[in-house]
Each structure stands twice: as structure tokens, then as C-alpha cells.
């Protein structure tokens, strides 16, 4: 699935998600080696609303992956790999990246941009996916949602 949905006023914003890249996970115990490294990322990334401007319309881009299908392939492939060999995202996250940044280009319109991270700006993504209807999981074990956020660039005065 590729998809573009209007989000206007439908964002929740917890600057929370901001922090949530210091949080350990898998092979990373200080959380994401990006963090305050990356301009993408924050602390350096500015906020939702000192990039974008939210009182005009703003929309997320949205793909999905099939994990668990993928697992499956890999798993007949590689009988002997451990689930998280099997759900390892250097074997799938740059094809569905390039899949989102493909579809937020072809929407780009005059004075419109992306961020592919919008996480970083603040956005609860799965809260805000969750709340427009789609079934995201926080623990993924099967779909997995890549997100951006599309919207005006906020003037700066």
C-alpha cells in the first residue's frame, strides 16, 4: 500500500517521541547512534510547528511492508537465523524508504515539503495512524508503517 491522507488538525503532537531515540533497543543500549548527531534527528531537527505550518493542510505519506511475509522468505532461506536475524531492517528498510520518499515527491507541490522522520519533530505517529483508523502495533510483527508528514513550510517572519 502507498497512500496519501490528509491529517489536517488531526496530528498528536507529544514531544515525548523526540526522546524516544535515547531509548536502548537491540545491539544499541544508549538508543540510536543518530541521535544529536543527525540534523534529521533531533535535538537538532526543529519542532513540528516551527517547520511546518500547521494552520494550513498537511498530510501523512504512508507505505507499508509486509514483515511477517518477509520473515517467512528468509526464514526457508535461513532456516537457522533467530527472529531477530529474521526482522533485521538492513535486509528491508531501504527499499521501503525509497518507496516513501518516492511518494512524498510525487506529491510535492509549490511550497510544500516532507520529513520522513516525523517522530523526530514530535508527531506520535502511531497514536495519530491509530486515531485515522489504521491498525499500527507498537511491537510490529507483521505490517510495518513507514510514515512522513507532507505539509507548507512555515514562513519564517
Partial sequence: MEKIVEVTNQLIIDYRARTWCTLPYYGHPKGCPN?????KCPPQVERVEDYFDLSQKHWFAIVDFDLGAHKQKLKKLHPNWTEHQLKCVLYWQGSVRKRLKELCESFLFDGVVYNTIPEAMGVHVINTMQKLGFDIQRQVTK??????????KKEIV
Avoid at 35 to 39: I, Q, V
Avoid at 143 to 152: D, F, S
Fill in 143 to 152: 505490517k510495518v508503517y513507514k510514515v512522513a508528514l507532507i505539509g507548507y
Fill in 35 to 39: 541521535y544529536n548527531k543527525s540534523p
